[in-house]
């Protein structure tokens, strides 16, 4: 209800909405319009009450929560199960106990902050409180099991379209997993599969984006980066999170209807080191060679100094300077 | 504590145990001691007590629950982290709960009951209480995605061998997943996989197996049977986990020592399928042929009337009657 209250109010930014309208709309007493009002108010909307004009939303501050996010989702949105947690370990974990409980396709878990947030293989993901986005995606996809690396790509054109959107700033794609602002990561995606020898079961698609940290661990502060700091502006994480969500449902729906391919286009525009000179490390050893682009699967191709060509699928990449 | 308790009256079955000793040998008060027997009584087990002679387990009922089963662990087990439920929805989904609170390689999760037990693709698996085995394996195995369904292979040799040992029958094996008795399915094998694109994270293995039940659902009882139906006789379910806990642990690291080469022989020496006319049902359609055995990756072998070779890594087989 408080979501529908906040809907109100947003489509009238510039007028006041009367406390009858929005008790007609919703049918609730005009004193349980005030009780929504002073419990968003409370939150840190700033809401002016005019006697006989009604009340006017002049500022959303960036409040994240169910139903800041359920406010701004599209009728038809696929992620109509919010989950909104003030402090997790880290959001995958919390999408694997929803696993356990039958959590149903469309399942957004969003938390403000992770004690042990994670990224590719194990590794840390600096997630303190208030100013990133944690999140993560469960999806019940009819996929093959080879496709689900897709997602990430998938996920990761949206989540660039999305910053494009809400910041008017262009971020660009390092592949498989990270988003790059100015040389520096800003954003990951993890997407693992839940799967038996028939089907896929599951899919969590893992999301963080550094939005408004002023400051990062010094073990990191080299490659890493926040919106923010790279700006000096900040934006409201909400509205980064509703952009994501649209722009996401319908390349999710496009990538079902039409395939990979209609996606690795709008991928490779974004690609960073695509015909660069790379270093993929991956568990089996190094390989230099130039980034060719990624095929129609989503794997990567490297062309050595020898003309060979590689098909890789999993590595750390690092650009190599230009002489 | 009660495990080991439990212990101590079994490691002299046909003796009597002084309370005294038990006292000593777990450094608790011969009032604890008495407790402890009480509280195993209440549960099944029959305990006889003489004055100057001790205690003397005459009789183990079939008791399935944490400490019945921790009694019979060996000191290296793997699965030394036991969750015993009396009802759940299905073991597989406890595990995933289990998963999100970061549960450790060696879970292992045994429940009385299932109330919607699952089989391959969704379909459901009779689960009642009292009578049968439903359990799942949380393991953290340090392999390739493609070696996963091995494990299931893995587990139904260990689980045929155990079978053997407990009951004195042989089983066979239905590739990928079923155990066979007089042609009926006795028990059923479902290997899940979380992963990212990176690496294998963790892996469930969840095993049915119907011991004791006296009647199935109409709808299955020309498929479906249990040991006990098949023999006349009643067998004790922990005994069942115990011999497959030990033949599991040590098929699993042999298996993780030598590969899959190791494996394949045992399998399909307990094959039911194997150079049989069969009829392999797949997501793409039907194929006929003879099953020719199993790949050193654990993928069914088929060759077709025409000589062609196929390749089968999910279907469900049927044996065609011979003329």
């Known amino acids: 209800m408080k979501a529908k209250v906040l809907q109100l109010l ?33 939150e840190g909307y700033v809401i002016k009450a005019v006697s006989n004009k009604g009340y006017h939303l ?28 003030d402090t997790v370990t880290s959001t995958q974990q919390v999408a694997y106990k929803l696993l356990g409980e039958g959590a149903p396709h469309g399942t957004l878990i969003v938390a403000n902050e992770q004690t042990s947030g994670r990224g590719r293989l194990g590794r840390e993901w600096y997630s303190p409180a208030n100013t990133g986005i944690w999140m993560s995606l469960i999806m019940r996809p009819n996929i093959e099991m080879q496709q689900t690396p897709q997602l990430t790509l998938v996920a990761a054109v949206a989540l660039a379209r999305a910053i494009k959107e809400a910041t008017n700033y262009d971020v660009q794609i390092k592949w498989p997993n990270d988003l790059i602002f100015n040389g520096k990561k800003i954003a990951g995606i993890l997407t693992e ?41 900040t934006f409201h994480r909400v509205a980064i999170i509703e952009h994501f969500l649209r722009e996401f449902q319908w390349l999710y729906h496009t990538y079902l209807e039409k395939g990979f391919s209609f996606i690795k286009p709008l991928w490779e525009a974004r690609a960073i080191s695509i015909g660069e000179e790379i270093l993929a490390k991956t568990a089996n050893g190094e390989l230099k060679g130039v980034a060719e682009g990624i095929s129609d699967e989503g794997v990567l191709l490297l062309k050595d100094s020898e003309g060979n060509s590689h098909r890789i699928y999993s590595a750390d990449i690092h650009l190599l300077e230009k002489e």
Chains 1, 2 share one sequence.
């Open 10 to 42: 947003r489509t009238c930014e510039d007028h006041f909405v009367s406390g009858e309208h929005i008790s007609n709309q919703l049918s609730i007493s005009r004193t349980m319009v005030w009780k929504y009002i002073d419990a968003l108010r409370k």
């Open 58 to 85: 002049v500022e959303e501050m960036d409040v994240v929560n169910e139903h800041a996010i359920r406010s701004r989702l599209e009728v038809d949105a696929i992620f109509q199960n919010i989950i909104y947690e």
């Open 193 to 233: 599969m839940q799967s038996d020898p028939d089907r896929v079961k599951s899919v969590i698609i893992g999301i963080g984006i550094n939005v408004n940290q002023q400051t990062f661990p010094e073990s990191i502060a080299n490659i890493a980066s926040s919106l923010s700091l790279e700006t000096r502006e």
